[in-house]
């Protein structure tokens, strides 16, 4: 009986001993089947293509566009860190395994798509779990690596000017929600933009052509000056009203300025002053009448085309619609008192208006602005891009319009400003209106230091009204910030 009660027992000990290996077995082998599925299936969904490019760097060679995702692998984010009107934005097709699957569709990464291509693209398989940790301490496989095709481009940008422009102007439209504002800052003694940005859509306002208003005046006393119609002293006489051709037109100061010099009265923005000025210009047929004004030849010196033209880019990143413009002819005084004022068909970018006040910042010399220094493929072949020049104002007559700008913000509409102690400030405001009836554009364009200039700049405030109390403060805080930015300069 007791041999039978210890083969039973020994039985029980077998078969359980039997079931639990079975069972273990199953579950090792089932598991292990999960886990390689599991792992599959995550190699699988980490899985992407990696399409190189070419950098795109500030002046001083901070990155812009291609920025190191992973030390560990040989990939790069390519949309702009800072700048992203001029850098561009990139479009990619997954579905491509050609180095077509990806193309820059604005700003540089569309300029010099091919350029920056940087061939086929490369396959990153990741292994991670659920929790995004690495599993067998591997970071990726990477299949198909290759050396990077693309060519890098050197800017003009100053990534912390940019970045100075960028966070002043969109903590504004925070507090204030204009449609739109535009600022382009250039070196005086080179041509190059140190910073170019906008905010409010997706257009780069910076390149859009907007009735400029007063500031244009720079350009109509500018040609008066260089045919000696008048001079700084030149007296005037300002009742605050004109009557043309039967319709009354108004000054800024609508009691006039009385007996006024042509120095005060730009200061001062009159428009009467303007207009008087700008009619000295005119050319007329046999019959008296208003056929032309030599304004428009000075305004072409500086990129204005015939409001005729219908597709010509300003700026190698602009746009095809948007290009300065002036009228083909004038056939009245109205025709002429726009002309004189930025209204009407004249139009221009803020990039336009830098171009003309670094020109006089700069003894008479127009630098054509540029965005790109260099281009430098892989194997070391470079691309160095010079710029145009050429002499527009003699010294006599830029010497005055130097006199004439400074004065406007020692004791005119640009007055307000916190440059006296810090070497002055010289520009001209401008408050032009909108096409729709809805609230003025703002403008402010000038150049500082005033006594030895190294920059200069302009502000446009989409529907900001007044110029004096919306563009000029934000080009004076800017000003001020980029001269602590760089003091020894």
Not at 90 to 116: F, P, R
Not at 306 to 311: A, E, F, I, L, R
């Amino acid at each position: 009986m007791r041999k039978k009660r210890i083969v039973f027992v020994s039985m029980m000990f077998l078969v359980a001993f039997f079931s639990i290996s079975l069972r273990t077995g199953y579950l090792l082998v089932n598991d292990n089947k999960v886990s390689i599925d599991r792992i599959t299936n995550q190699v699988s969904s980490n899985s992407f293509l990696y399409y190189p490019r070419g950098e795109i760097t500030d002046r001083n060679g901070i990155i812009l566009s291609g920025k190191v995702v992973d030390k560990e692998l040989p990939i790069k984010d390519y949309n702009a860190i800072i700048a992203k009107d001029v850098i561009g934005h990139l479009s990619t097709d997954e579905g491509n395994t050609t180095s077509k699957g990806i193309k820059g569709v604005s700003g540089l990464q569309q300029l010099y798509d091919t350029e920056l291509n940087g061939g086929i693209p490369i396959k990153i398989a990741m292994y991670s779990d659920a929790k995004g940790e690495n599993i067998f301490g591997e970071s990726a496989l990477v299949y198909g690596d290759h050396l990077n095709e693309g060519s890098s481009l050197v800017t003009t940008l100053d990534y912390h000017i940019q970045n100075l422009v960028e966070t002043e102007i969109s903590s504004i439209n925070k507090q204030k929600g204009y449609p739109g504002i535009a600022v382009v800052v250039s070196d005086v003694a080179s041509g190059d933009i140190l910073a170019m940005a906008s905010n409010g859509d997706e257009t780069n306002k910076s390149l859009l052509s907007f009735q400029p208003g007063s500031v244009f005046k720079t350009l109509v006393i500018a040609k008066a000056l260089e045919d000696e119609k008048i001079d700084i002293d030149t007296m005037f006489k300002c009742n605050g009203h004109i009557d043309i051709d039967g319709t009354t037109k108004h000054c800024s100061k609508s009691e006039g300025h009385g007996e006024i010099s042509l120095k005060d009265a730009f200061a001062q923005s009159c428009n009467i002053v303007a207009y008087e000025v700008a009619m000295m210009l005119n050319q007329e047929d046999d019959n008296e009448n208003i056929i032309y004004n030599d304004v428009l030849n000075l305004a072409k010196e500086f990129g204005f085309q015939d409001d005729t033209v219908k597709s010509m880019k300003e700026f190698p990143i602009s746009y095809d619609y948007s290009y300065p413009s002036i009228p083909t002819r004038l056939y009245n005084k109205m025709d002429v008192f726009n002309l004189a004022l930025g209204q009407g068909k004249v139009m221009a970018s803020p990039l336009t208006m830098t171009k003309i006040l670094a020109t006089i910042a700069n003894d008479g010399t127009l630098i054509e602005p540029r965005i790109v220094l260099s281009q430098t493929h892989p194997l070391g072949d470079q691309i160095i891009y010079e710029t145009d020049r050429k002499q527009i104002f003699s010294k006599e007559v830029n010497d005055k319009l130097k006199i004439l700008l400074e004065e406007v913000c020692k004791t005119g509409t640009g007055e307000e400003n916190s440059l006296i102690d810090l070497g002055g400030l010289a520009g001209k405001s401008g408050t032009a209106q909108h096409i729709s009836d809805r609230e003025n554009h703002g403008w402010f364009a000038g150049y500082f230091p005033a006594n030895e200039p190294k920059y200069a700049m302009t502000v446009l405030v989409e529907e900001g009204g007044t110029s004096s109390d919306t563009a000029l403060p934000i080009f004076d805080k800017i000003a001020v910030e980029i001269l602590k930015l760089y003091p020894e300069n």
